[in-house]
């Protein structure tokens, strides 16, 4: 309340509102330093490789079988299959967030709802080398199939 009375009284005096306060070089050039770190910490998370691929195995028909931990992200999020055979995604929802509740295969138009504490599968038609990513409804939380 005192400073609403202050603010009004500067008001009515017609002093300035606001004033400039001067901070010392160093503190100029920390905060500069801390925003820059974050920028690059955030094109990291976004942009970079997050740990090595992590092979299917090979499964009953030919089928190649992996299981994806959904936790925070996609555990492994990089995933390396074999070229021409058929695959299955079983992707094991731990993570309550809403964000993660759907996942999406766009090279192949699908998606899948999955269910929180449970494991959801997806079955894929055999591929052609390439990469082929998978991402949550938002396309925030990523992962990426290796075909090679
Ligand atoms: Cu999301």
Request: with cysteine.
């Amino acid at each position: 309340m005192t400073s609403f009375v202050a603010a009004a009284a500067a008001l009515t005096s017609g002093e300035p509102l606001w004033r400039t306060i001067e901070q010392p070089l160093v503190l100029r050039l920390a905060v500069t330093a801390a925003g820059l770190a974050l920028i690059a910490a955030e094109l990291w998370w976004f942009l970079a490789r997050h740990g090595e691929a992590v092979a299917a195995r090979e499964g009953e028909r030919g089928l190649q079988e992996i299981t994806i931990t959904v936790d925070g992200g996609y555990s492994p999020a990089r995933v390396r299959l074999i070229a021409g055979r058929p695959v299955r995604l079983t992707f094991h929802r731990l993570d309550p967030s809403g964000c993660v509740a759907k996942v999406i295969v766009p090279d192949f138009r699908r998606s899948l709802d999955l269910t929180l504490n449970a494991r959801t599968s997806l079955e894929l038609p055999a591929m052609e080398p390439g990469e082929y990513p998978f991402h949550c409804g938002m396309a925030m939380v990523r992962g990426v199939l290796e075909v090679v």
